[in-house]
């Protein structure tokens, strides 16, 4: 039984579970939305968030924190540079799911994850 754990499988190791959810987190803060299975769009929502909350408070340590969890200079000056500073009046709240319907292929649930 699963009590108490947390977190999607998505069928892989962890090594490539977390790369995969790297990469999806660097291109969600460089396009500001992507379009993805539903699933992995709410994976990654929590720690988006958790992200935006730490680059509010612009700092040498929350920048490294920043890095050791994105991996991409370019990415995290994007995002304490232009995303965190819409944010900072906003108390949490920050992305938003659009579902839209089923891929054709294997008709896995797709969604859209986007920064608000």
Same mark, same amino acid.
């Given at each position: 039984? @699963?009590?108490?754990? &947390? $977190?999607?499988?998505?069928?892989?190791?962890?090594?490539?579970?977390?790369?995969?959810?790297?990469?999806?987190?660097?291109?969600?803060?460089?396009?500001?939305?992507?379009?993805?299975?539903?699933?992995?769009?709410?994976?990654?929502?929590?720690?988006?968030?958790?992200?935006?909350?730490?680059?509010?408070?612009?700092?040498?340590?929350? @920048?490294?924190?920043?890095?050791?969890?994105?991996?991409?200079?370019?990415?995290?000056? @994007?995002?304490?540079?232009?995303?965190?500073?819409? &944010?900072?009046?906003?108390?949490?709240? &920050?992305?938003?799911?659009?579902?839209? $319907?089923?891929?054709? $292929?294997?008709?896995?649930?797709?969604?859209?994850?986007?920064?608000?």
């Amino acid at each position: 039984m @699963r009590h108490n754990k &947390y $977190g999607r499988k998505f069928s892989r190791p962890c090594g490539a579970r977390k790369a995969l959810l790297k990469g999806l987190l660097n291109s969600l803060f460089e396009h500001e939305k992507i379009q993805t299975t539903e699933a992995k769009a709410k994976a990654i929502r929590p720690l988006a968030e958790r992200l935006i909350t730490l680059a509010r408070n612009d700092t040498q340590a929350s @920048r490294r924190l920043a890095f050791a969890r994105l991996g991409q200079k370019k990415v995290v000056k @994007r995002l304490f540079d232009s995303i965190a500073p819409r &944010y900072q009046e906003r108390k949490g709240g &920050y992305t938003r799911i659009l579902h839209l $319907g089923m891929r054709r $292929g294997d008709a896995a649930k797709m969604a859209q994850i986007q920064l608000v």
